[in-house]
């Protein structure tokens, strides 16, 4: 969403026909063409206290969680709110964003953070259970199963 002429970008993609999925942190709204939103909001657990220093920790914390524009992108069109689950402890964070966005279980994804196969099948197995219990759908990390914690695959 904070690419240059992102609107033009999905106007001329759906004059081709395209099925377009934007991936998003949700904390900027435009009014794309779109069929599916992927939110994914930044959870506590995301925040750069290391890197840096700490630099950008406190303006990341502040910036993350934008619930009028989270409300916005979701009326815009289907969209899915997506969480990487570190811990047990990212929860409560998870479930009091969705209520406070009146978001469907089924709309709410949860996915194990990781960027090795054993901490994604570590955390896979106590979030899927999770999932079973509260509605939630569970995705896995697909592309670092197959090509590692690689950028740009």
């Known amino acids: 969403m904070i690419a240059p002429q992102i609107v033009e970008l999905t106007k001329q993609m759906r004059a081709l026909g395209h099925h377009i999925t934007i991936e998003t942190a949700g904390t900027v709204y435009h009014p794309v063409m779109c069929d599916l939103m992927s939110i994914s909001p930044k959870l506590k657990n995301s925040t750069p206290h290391q890197r840096d220093g700490g630099r950008w ?4 914390d ?12 979701m009326a815009h069109c289907e969209y899915q709110l997506k969480f990487v689950v570190s811990a047990p402890d990212d929860l409560p964070e998870i479930r009091e964003l969705v209520e406070t966005l009146h978001a469907g279980p089924g709309r709410v994804l949860l996915m194990p953070e990781g960027i090795d196969s054993e901490t994604l099948r570590q955390r896979g197995q106590w979030l899927v259970e999770v999932c079973k219990i509260e509605g939630f759908r569970f995705s896995p990390r697909l592309h670092v199963e197959l090509w590692g914690a690689r950028r740009g695959v």
């Open 57 to 60: 920790a406190a303006q990341h």
């Open 62 to 73: 502040r910036l993350r969680i934008q619930p009028e524009v989270l409300k916005k992108l």
